[in-house]
């Protein structure tokens, strides 16, 4: 059974940082794909960043530059770091997993969720 948990939201101020946790179990990204998603009320869930099972990272352009996924094998768990915060960046954030290849930054290709940690990004 695949177990997401997201850690690490928080409120920051614009031009600030965050890291978020996913501590994965019953799941890797050697198995296929695992990403980042956000979602802000009356949005739409949107890709943020995403790895696949070679290594392979993929970014929004609307994050580019300033987050970062990586993921520490040893404790199965999946990072995002993000720099320069800006209030457009507030959003419940989603860690999720899925074996669809090729690995998108799409939602409905991913089968497992977490709850999502908020992330709130003031001006």
């Known amino acids: 059974q695949v177990q997401l948990v997201e850690s690490g939201g928080g409120s920051v101020q614009a031009g600030g940082s965050l890291r978020l946790s996913c501590a994965a179990s019953g799941f890797t990204y050697r198995s296929g794909c695992m990403g980042w998603f956000r979602q802000a009320p009356g949005k739409e869930r949107e890709g943020v960043a995403r790895v696949d099972s070679g290594g392979v990272t993929d970014y929004a352009d609307s994050v580019k530059g300033r987050f970062t996924i990586s993921q520490d094998n040893a404790k199965n768990t999946m990072y995002l770091q993000m720099d320069s915060l800006k209030p457009e960046d507030s959003a419940m954030y989603y860690c999720?997993?899925?074996?669809?290849?090729?690995?998108?930054?799409?939602?409905?290709?991913?089968?497992?969720w977490g709850q999502g940690t908020q992330v709130t990004v003031s001006s």
């Open positions: 999720a997993a899925g074996v669809r290849w090729p690995c998108t930054l799409v939602a409905r290709f991913y089968d497992y």
